[in-house]
């Protein structure tokens, strides 16, 4: 508050002090003027056409600058002010999903056009390579469209469960897997996708109707047959709705 006051009175103090500039600099010109004899009306004329033009824009200008800036800062002040007033449904509707979407490019995935379903090893292919305890999910793609998402608790889960000592833990596949009813309904039912100029409120409203899904991706037409240009997780969406 203080402040506000301090740059209050130093923008009275710069525009005070340019328009006593500016009155004196023409009123010593026009003395000037005055007292010399020889100058004619049309020549007064003429010099008041070149010095009141460059008096007033430099006026102008520093005045613009000044009162400008803090037009500026007060625009963003009350901006910021605006947007933590929006409820958490309003920010999310504010915000499109290609906006804040991890690209394609970026993303960690599984690329079943190099290898497919039958010669994909669990353990060696999915969770070694690609899943940690800050990597705990993985989409698989086939075509650029996503066809699977799994959890690395899933996985473990499935391999626990299924494996046996003629069956050890690291030959099972991705297919024996989706063999299973339970967890082939998990792989291709724990996702939605929706489009790059839908909100993010579309995105969470995609999550809560859908118990399974943590996840959203971002594909060119909005369906799961469209290419998939972007993803948003759970725990992003979470942290763009908070205030």
Known sequence: MEKE????????????NLILISSAIIMIFSLVIILNNKTTVKDIKE??????????TWVGAVIAYYFSKENFETAAKTNEALI???TPHEKLQSIKAEKVMTLLSKIS????????ENTVILKADIITPNLNAERKRIPFLK?????????????????????????????????????????????????????????????????????LCSDVFITEDGSKNGKVLGWITNSKLLNYAKI
Do not use: C, W
Not at 5 to 16: M, P, T
Not at 110 to 116: G, S, T
Not at 148 to 155: A, C, D, G, V
């Open 109 to 116: 995935l599984f690329n079943l056009d190099e290898k497919d």
């Open 143 to 211: 075509n650029g469209k996503i066809v699977y998402m799994l959890h690395k608790s899933i996985i473990d889960e499935f391999l626990v469960k299924y494996t046996t000592d003629e069956k050890p833990m690291n030959s099972h596949t991705l297919s024996e897997l989706l063999s299973k009813d339970y967890y082939k309904n998990i792989a291709e039912k724990s996702f939605e996708t929706a489009k790059p100029l839908d909100n993010l409120s579309i995105v969470k409203r995609l999550m809560d109707e859908n118990e």
């Open 47 to 56: 010099m008041f056409t070149i010095i009141l033009p460059v008096i007033s």
């Open 84 to 86: 933590k007033q929006l």
């Open 5 to 16: 006051i301090e740059n209050n009175d130093e923008r009275f103090a710069i525009a005070k």
